[in-house]
């Protein structure tokens, strides 16, 4: 560290599991988002086929029914590292 608050440029003490379990937030740099807005929304539009094709979500459920459980059965396993939860859409 180099003094500055809020500055750590070293290992974390601690994994991205711990985080997890405790629920904690972490926020990294400073971004100005009014002023990239939409110059950032221009290049996720030209870009969309590319992002939709992203496969961070691995189970996509339309809401809370019995297909839920073995959903969150697999993410607790390890098997899966996102479910979206998308009730009352289509």
Do not use: W
């Not at 009014?34 to 992203?54: M, W």
Request: net charge negative; hydrophobic share 40%; charged share 25%.
């Amino acid at each position: 560290m180099n003094g500055e608050p809020g500055l750590h440029n070293g290992d974390m003490p601690f994994s991205a599991g711990e985080c997890y379990d405790k629920n904690l937030q972490l926020e990294f740099g400073c971004c100005p988002v009014a002023t990239i807005f939409d110059d950032a929304l221009e290049v996720l539009v030209r870009n969309k086929e590319a992002v939709e094709n992203l496969s961070f979500i691995d189970v996509v459920l339309p809401g809370l029914d019995d297909s839920y459980a073995d959903a969150l059965r697999r993410f607790d396993a390890g098997e899966v590292n996102k479910v979206i939860f998308r009730p009352n859409c289509t």
